[in-house]
């Protein structure tokens, strides 16, 4: 169980670094499809399956196939393939990551998470458990959710629509 | 492996994606970074979602995908229109709202 935990800890880092640095945009979709899968084994470390599945099914599956969609239908030329915007802007932002991650640290460690451990006896993220409160609790939400979808769909359709008619 | 150790794997996943949003010229790749940090949140959500015994964060999971999706969606159509407007991804060049 650790062991699994930091592999796909490992994987995650590693992709997530490649996918921001990579000049050509396939490659950085691809890393980061690469990522959201490992990220989906680490939920099923954390019991929940449903969400993992969830997060292959439209993180890795749909929203990286859009991405690759629109990356490969415009079309780009040399001077666009870029990595970074200049050298002061990155030592900056390591500072600040480290800054970040030294504070988040800290807290994590004066809350006492160091000291608790993955319950592995917690109620289990399966379809029929999660959908207990989706559809109880928080329908009113999900309610919501339907209408924001369909209110992106109509709005992605009428942005990229070349005449108002 | 234990929270803690969740938590900062998901702080590390968001801080690289706020690199990649600082350093990158690139829209589309910007956009990529920004998902990279709603997945980072998503990860803390389900770490306390088991810390704490109940699945209300993994429904707050749930919803970050749909908005995360929803987002996605009508983000890349302002990326298309605005790149048959510019014929550029480089956001440097789209100064059109400076004087």
């Known amino acids: 169980m650790t ?55 439209v993180y890795a599956g749909a929203i990286m196939v859009l991405f690759l969609f629109v990356i490969m239908l415009i079309n780009l030329r040399k001077e666009d393939l870029d990595v970074l915007t200049g050298p002061r802007l990155h030592i900056a932002g390591v ?22 451990y993955m319950n592995q006896d917690a109620i289990g993220g399966e379809t029929a458990n999660l959908a207990k409160p989706l559809f109880a609790e928080y329908l009113l939400p999900f309610e919501i959710a339907s209408f924001l979808l369909l209110s992106a769909i109509v709005g992605s359709v009428l942005i990229t629509k070349r005449r108002l008619r | 492996m234990s929270v803690g150790h969740v938590i900062t794997l998901a702080g590390l996943l968001f801080t690289i994606g706020m690199l990649g949003v600082l350093s990158r010229r690139n829209i589309l790749i910007i956009l990529l970074s920004v998902e990279l940090m709603l997945n980072a949140g998503a990860l803390a959500f389900v770490a306390f979602a088991n810390m704490h015994g109940n699945l209300d964060g993994q ?28 014929e550029t991804v480089d956001t440097d060049r789209v100064q059109l709202l400076r004087k």
Do not use: D, P
């Open chain 1, 95 to 116: 500072l600040v990551a480290i800054g970040f991650m030294s504070a988040l640290v800290w807290t994590c460690r004066k809350a006492g998470l160091f000291s608790v």
């Open chain 1, 3 to 57: 062991f699994f935990f930091w592999t796909f800890a490992a994987i995650i880092v590693t992709s997530g670094l490649l996918a921001i640095t990579r000049r050509n945009g396939v490659a950085a979709a691809l890393w980061a499809a690469v990522c959201f899968t490992a990220i989906a084994g680490e939920f099923v470390l954390m019991r929940a399956y449903f969400l993992a599945v969830v997060e292959v099914l």
């Open chain 2, 59 to 86: 429904v707050m999971v749930f919803f970050t995908i749909t908005v995360a999706a929803a987002e996605v969606a009508v983000g890349l159509a302002v990326v298309i229109a605005l790149f048959r407007v510019k």
